[in-house]
């Protein structure tokens, strides 16, 4: 299987800030890559596929970048909405693999 | 719009097989890939599998032994069983649509949260 590593696992900013999450793949997975964003008690968010691609509905504050085996969440602005943890995810090959997160948390 | 809502028990015995459904309203199964996806509290997310409305399924296979994934066309549901199940499934448990190597998984079920505790 392909294992996704995230860093860092957590982090403290600030409204306004701009930030970048960086996901590694073992293997190249050329741009078959999402991320996802998540909060408290709720279900995963689908932002970002084909690793830069924003998902319908996405504010544009969200970027993606990268190809091959790294990769980056970029958000331009952050916002009070935008404190959550995000994953990445490959699906180049079965089985689906996910990254082990990175919580954004408030200063 | 199209919604997933998960169901199921909330607790299973350990070694008892646990069964989970997803409901698909506001649009067919038709078409789709499906998959489930687990969370154990406070840990990271585990693509446990899919299954194509057609029936046809791919499962991880660090669980391939215990899962049995299916779809009731009619019902508009896809299913989901885990067997011998041990403390180390807790989980939320979420179907998705997608699964495919195409794209990411782009709608999300609320979740269910599963114990496993005698």
């Known amino acids: 299987a392909i294992r996704m590593t995230q860093s860092p696992s957590s982090f403290s900013a600030s409204t306004g800030d701009r930030v970048t999450i960086t996901c590694r793949a073992s293997?190249?997975?050329?741009?078959?890559l999402a991320w996802y964003q998540q909060k408290p008690g709720k279900a995963p968010n689908l932002l970002i596929y084909?690793?830069?691609t924003l998902q319908s509905g996405v504010p544009s504050r969200f970027s993606g970048s990268g190809s091959g085996t790294d990769f980056n969440l970029t958000i331009s602005c952050l916002q009070s909405g935008d404190f959550a943890s995000y994953y990445c995810q490959q699906y180049y090959s079965y089985p689906l693999t996910f990254g082990g997160g990175t919580k954004v948390e408030i200063k | 719009q199209v919604q997933l809502q998960e169901s199921g028990p909330g607790l299973v015995k350990p070694s008892e097989t646990l069964s989970l459904t997803c409901n698909v309203s506001g649009g067919s199964i038709s078409g789709q890939y499906w998959s489930w996806i687990r969370q154990p509290p406070g840990r990271g997310l585990e693509w446990i599998g899919y299954?194509?409305?057609?029936?046809?399924?791919n499962y991880n296979p660090s669980l391939k032994s215990r899962v049995t994934m299916s779809v009731a066309t009619s019902k508009n549901q896809v299913s989901l069983r885990v067997s011998s199940m041990t403390a180390a499934d807790t989980a939320v448990y979420y179907c998705?649509?997608?699964?495919?190597?195409?794209?990411?998984?782009?709608?999300w079920g609320q979740g269910t949260l599963v114990t496993v505790s005698s």
């Open positions: 998705a649509r997608g699964g495919q190597l195409l794209g990411g998984l782009g709608l």
């Open positions: 293997q190249g997975i050329r741009s078959y």
């Open positions: 084909a690793a830069s």
């Open positions: 299954v194509y409305y057609s029936g046809s399924t």
